[in-house]
C-alpha cells in the first residue's frame, strides 16, 4: 500500500487523477506479537555457555533490563562501584534517555573481579563494543542453541525477497526468545516480586535525566531492594 499510494500521488500532482485511491482503504491491524521471558535455568545456561565477554554481557542483560547495543557499549566511566550503593548510568540509545541502575551483589561482584583499564573511557567488553547489532543478535542466537534453549517463531516472513519493492529489505521471521527477552525477564521477575509498577519503570528507563539527578539516596534505596529480588545466576 506505501509503494501503491506514492505512485498514485505522483499521479495526483500530475493532474492524471483527482483523488488517491490507497486513502479509502483501511490498513490491515497487525497482530501483536508477545516476545518471550527466559527461565532462570535458561539464563543460567546462557551464563555457563558464554565465553569472554559475553558472559558479562549476559549478566548485565539480566540484572539492569538494559538494551543489548547500551549493554555492549557500556563503558568504565558509566559504573560507580566506589559509593556505597553502587551505580551503573546508561545513556539510551533508542530513548536518548539517561537511566541510573542500581546494581545487583552478583554484578557487582562480576564487575569487581575483571581487570581494570588505562583509562575510564574504555568499554568493559570491548570484543563486543561498536558493532552493528545483527551480528551480535545472531551470535546470541547461536549461544541458545549451544545451551539447548528451543526457539519458537512467532511470526513468520510472509514474502520471498524476489517480491520486495527496489530498496526494501525483506521481512524477517520474528522469533520469542533473543537477547531482547532479558529485558522482559528483568521486569517480569521484578513484577512477580511486587515491585511496584513506578519503579520497574523507572528501571528499565522511562524516566528523565532529570529525574535521575534528582534521586535521593531513600529512592536510591528503594531500588537497590528492587534489584535485589533478582535471583543469583550461577555462571561457572
Not at 165 to 186: E, K, M, Y
Request: hydrophobic residues 40%; contains cysteine; aromatic residues 6%.
Amino acid at each position: 500500500m506505501t509503494v501503491l499510494s506514492a505512485a498514485f500521488n505522483a499521479a495526483l500532482r500530475q493532474g492524471h487523477i483527482s483523488a488517491n485511491p490507497c486513502l479509502a482503504i483501511e490498513p490491515v491491524k497487525d497482530k501483536m506479537v508477545r516476545k518471550g521471558t527466559f527461565t532462570l535455568e535458561q539464563v543460567t545456561a546462557l551464563g555457563k555457555t558464554a565465553s569472554g565477554d559475553w558472559k558479562g554481557l549476559i549478566l548485565v542483560g539480566f540484572y539492569t533490563g538494559q538494551r543489548l547495543g547500551d549493554c555492549a557499549n557500556l563503558r568504565w566511566d558509566q559504573i560507580d562501584l566506589q559509593s556505597k550503593i553502587k551505580t551503573i548510568r546508561f545513556q539510551q540509545s533508542k530513548t536518548e534517555r539517561e537511566v541510573m541502575m542500581v546494581i545487583n551483589p552478583v554484578l557487582v561482584d562480576y564487575l569487581s573481579k575483571l581487570t581494570k583499564p588505562k583509562t575510564y573511557e574504555a568499554f568493559v567488553f570491548p570484543s563486543l563494543a561498536n558493532r552493528n547489532i545483527s551480528p551480535l543478535s545472531k551470535n546470541f542466537r547461536k549461544m541458545m542453541e549451544r545451551a539447548g534453549i528451543e526457539q519458537r517463531v512467532i511470526r513468520e516472513r510472509q514474502r520471498s525477497d524476489s517480491n520486495m519493492p527496489l530498496g526494501r529489505s525483506a521481512p524477517r521471521n520474528v522469533n520469542a526468545l533473543s537477547f531482547h527477552s532479558l529485558r522482559h525477564t528483568f521486569n517480569s521477575i521484578l513484577a512477580n516480586a511486587g515491585i511496584p509498577e513506578e519503579t520497574r519503570m523507572a528501571l528499565t528507563g522511562h524516566t528523565s535525566r532529570a529525574m535521575n539527578q534528582r534521586y535521593t539516596h531513600r529512592e536510591l534505596l528503594l531500588l537497590q531492594d528492587a534489584v535485589a529480588t533478582l535471583p543469583r545466576i550461577h555462571t561457572h
